[in-house]
């Protein structure tokens, strides 16, 4: 059984910095595709950040520039940078890992259920 765990989440000013990291264990990291996802309450969750075995990336429009992916397979982690952050910023962040490639944008259709590992979260707050 595999694991994934947030950390690094918490409260900044706009135009401030925060970096999100993702512990992976239980599965053999270096072969999954691995995202960043965030969910604000009534809205799907959506893909904003993914990046492949080979460290390929890939953002949605409204992180690209600001945000960075980054995976460090000897540490079975993924990391997240997020600079500029503004309070449209502010949701509950997630790692997620599949065998297949992720998709960005909107979990639409019960896409997301078929990831294979979820983490449980952590929470970004962007006052103005």
């Known amino acids: 059984q595999g694991y994934l765990v947030e950390s690094g989440g918490g409260s900044v000013q706009a135009g401030g910095s925060l970096g999100l990291s993702c512990a992976a264990s239980g599965f053999m990291y270096r072969l999954y595709f691995m995202g960043w996802f965030r969910q604000v309450p009534g809205k799907e969750r959506e893909g904003i950040a993914l990046i492949d075995r080979d460290g390929a990336t890939s953002y949605t429009d409204s992180v690209k520039g600001r945000f960075t992916i980054s995976r460090d397979n000897a540490k079975n982690t993924l990391y997240l940078q997020m600079n500029s952050l503004q309070p449209e910023d502010t949701a509950k962040y997630y790692c997620?890992?599949?065998?297949?490639?992720?998709?960005?944008?909107?979990?639409?259709?019960?896409?997301?259920?078929?990831?294979?590992?979820w983490g449980q979260g952590t929470q970004v707050t962007v006052s103005s």
């Open positions: 997620a890992a599949h065998v297949l490639p992720l998709k960005l944008g909107p979990c639409s259709g019960g896409v997301c259920n078929e990831y294979n590992y």
